[in-house]
């Protein structure tokens, strides 16, 4: 099993390049968490964890965001992010999941969810 701190150079390398084809939802996202904008916290985007790329993570949190566009609804897709999830919660990483389109349409709402997950003493169930 991959530790936390993933260094693989094959996934960095896609790492870079998911970075440069950010979807909207995810550009829209970094704007708002980019730069600890978010009382302080820093986030990592397309970030390597444990064999995996994650969209966005905040190491000190321990929490991890991935935004899932429709091709997440389906069964097989959802299996895999089923098992990606447990997989990033054995090495102690929370896994938040929001849908594209509720980004899009209620960036608001998203970040005050983000930001309790972020400040909750007792760490929320993923959906």
């Known amino acids: 099993m ?8 094959r996934l960095k390398r896609f790492a870079r390049h998911l970075r440069k084809e950010s979807t909207d939802a995810e550009r829209k996202l970094w704007a708002l968490l980019r730069d600890g904008q978010l009382d302080g916290f820093r ?6 964890i444990g064999g ?3 969209d ?13 566009g429709c091709q997440h609804m389906d069964a097989a897709n959802a299996a895999y992010d ?15 999941r929001i849908a594209d389109h509720e980004m899009l349409k209620h960036p608001e ?19």
């Open 82 to 96: 089923a098992q990606r999830t447990l997989h990033l919660e054995e090495l102690n990483m929370r896994v938040l």
């Open 56 to 68: 966005f993570a905040c190491m000190k949190a321990n929490l991890v965001i991935e935004l899932d």
């Open 109 to 127: 709402a998203v970040v005050r969810t983000i930001y309790r997950e972020l400040t909750a003493e007792e760490p929320s169930p993923s959906p």
């Open 43 to 48: 986030f990592r985007r397309q970030h390597t």
């Open 52 to 54: 995996y790329i994650v």
């Open 2 to 9: 991959l530790g936390r701190h993933d260094r693989s150079p």
